[in-house]
T-cell receptor, first 114, second 111 residues
Framework: AQSVTQPDIHITVSEGASLELRCNYS??????LFWYVQSPGQGLQLLLK??????LVQGIKGFEAEFKRSQSSFNLRKPSVHWSDAAEYFC????????????FGTGTRLQVTL | DSGVTQTPKHLITATGQRVTLRCSPR?????VYWYQQSLDQGLQFLIQ???????AKGNILERFSAQQFPDLHSELNLSSLELGDSALYFC??????????FGQGTRLTVV
């Protein structure tokens, strides 16, 4: 079964600094990978997704992620963090079999200091 | 706005009661998913419907059930509620495999 690991539970960065959130997946075939963001009391918003092709994908709000098959990773990056980016970030993988449910990682909480 | 609508936003009920959560998917999306989010369990997949039929089941308790109606809206029924059922319940919809769009959730508090 597919799984996703987000090794960092909590990360703190200064506003204006760069950000990288780690995500490792376990899946036999080529995965469909996603990053979601959840602000407090809100639903999950899709930031970006990778299905195939170019391994560097661009998303909303200035985020990007790079798929590295050799490392089974799909890390999320942003060159300059804004205070409004403080939220919880979830990496997810889709089972590309008959069911297309998302399997989520445990999330990384991002704190931004001014 | 994701286009997925969930009602109600908040629900407070007593143990042993039954509640129904409602979800309207994005226009054109045939798949509806239900997830439960709690502090100790994280985001847990409960069940998926595709065009009215159950497609996949996750960690859904026997006390819980769901259905998807011909107009594609879905309902999640939770019965014999326990304190541990208190959580955020999310509905999501997709065109199947393209990444799901989530509603704002229903916060259920069982007292």
């Amino acid at each position: 079964a597919q799984s996703v690991t987000q090794p960092d539970i909590h990360i703190t960065v200064s506003e204006g600094a760069s950000l990288e959130l780690r995500c490792n997946y376990s899946y036999g075939a080529t995965p469909y990978l996603f990053w979601y963001v959840q602000s407090p009391g809100q639903g999950l918003q899709l930031l970006l997704k990778y299905f195939s092709g170019d391994t560097l994908v661009q998303g909303i709000k200035g985020f990007e992620a790079e798929f590295k098959r050799s490392q089974s990773s799909f890390n999320l990056r942003k060159p300059s963090v804004h205070w409004s980016d403080a939220a919880e970030y979830f990496c997810a993988v889709v089972n590309t079999g008959t069911a297309s449910k998302l399997t989520f990682g445990t999330g990384t909480r991002l704190q931004v200091t001014l | 706005d994701s286009g997925v609508t969930q009602t109600p936003k908040h629900l407070i009920t007593a143990t042993g009661q039954r509640v129904t959560l409602r979800c309207s998917p994005r226009s054109g999306d045939l798949s509806v998913y239900w997830y439960q989010q709690s502090l100790d369990q994280g985001l847990q997949f409960l069940i998926q419907y595709y065009n009215g039929e159950e497609r996949a089941k996750g960690n859904i308790l026997e006390r819980f059930s769901a259905q998807q109606f011909p107009d594609l809206h879905s309902e999640l029924n939770l019965s014999s509620l326990e304190l541990g059922d208190s959580a955020l319940y999310f509905c999501a919809s997709s065109q199947d495999g393209g990444g799901a769009f989530f509603g704002q959730g229903t916060r259920l508090t069982v007292v």
